[in-house]
């Protein structure tokens, strides 16, 4: 039995680690499920402590604030008003009903919007709209690789039969 919640487990990271890079899937949050279903199903003995849990908590939790903000921030870096920051917000939000391709472009429209309606030039709505898009890509990797480093926490402290 216990061969088969390592199997569930290791699907469960494969799967995060897709939806890291994958914005329709959870991916660290699935990550996160892999570990507190290996800890409650084969106990203390032969899983991970509840502080190891605790720490992967936390760094899903940082996971969702960088997909949240990085948009945000990317817009801002490369020169965006608070029109054109509120609108990568916004338009990563609305992205999210249109998909992959929406969490992607959405940002990028609403930075531009948000410029057009503060009366900048297309010029430097597209800056907004280019800076919100390279802010995604950026969240992305970081999601990436807080995954992986979830994973590894995983690995480096489980109490292993092997």
Request: charge should be positive.
């Given at each position: 039995?216990?061969?088969f919640w390592w199997s569930i487990t290791i699907v469960l990271?494969?799967?995060?680690?897709?939806?890291?890079?994958?914005?329709?899937?959870?991916?660290?949050?699935?990550?996160?499920?892999?570990?507190?279903?290996?800890?409650?199903?084969?106990?203390?003995?032969?899983?991970?402590?509840?502080?190891?849990?605790?720490?992967?908590?936390?760094?899903?939790?940082?996971?969702?604030?960088?997909?949240?903000?990085?948009?945000?921030?990317?817009?801002?870096?490369?020169?965006?008003t608070k029109w054109g920051m509120f609108g990568a917000i916004?338009?990563?939000?609305?992205?999210?009903?249109?998909?992959?391709?929406?969490?992607?472009?959405?940002?990028?429209?609403?930075?531009?919007?948000?410029?057009?309606?503060?009366?900048?030039?297309?010029?430097?709505?597209?800056?907004?709209?280019?800076?919100?898009?390279?802010?995604?890509?950026?969240?992305?990797?970081?999601?990436?690789?807080?995954?992986?480093?979830?994973?590894?926490?995983?690995?480096?402290?489980?109490?292993a039969p092997f």
């Open positions: 039995m216990e061969l990271f494969a799967v995060g680690l897709i939806g890291t890079v994958l914005p329709v899937l959870p991916g660290t949050t699935i990550i996160l499920a892999g570990a507190i279903i290996h800890r409650v199903m084969l106990g203390s003995e032969k899983s991970i402590g509840w502080w190891s849990i605790g720490v992967l908590v936390l760094l899903t939790l940082t996971t969702y604030a960088l997909d949240f903000l990085s948009g945000y921030f990317g817009a801002k870096y490369f020169g965006a916004l338009g990563a939000l609305i992205g999210i009903v249109f998909g992959i391709i929406g969490l992607f472009v959405g940002p990028v429209i609403g930075a531009i919007a948000g410029e057009f309606i503060a009366g900048k030039r297309m010029i430097d709505a597209g800056r907004a709209g280019w800076g919100s898009l390279l802010g995604n890509l950026a969240g992305m990797i970081g999601k990436l690789a807080i995954g992986l480093v979830m994973i590894t926490i995983f690995f480096v402290t489980v109490r």
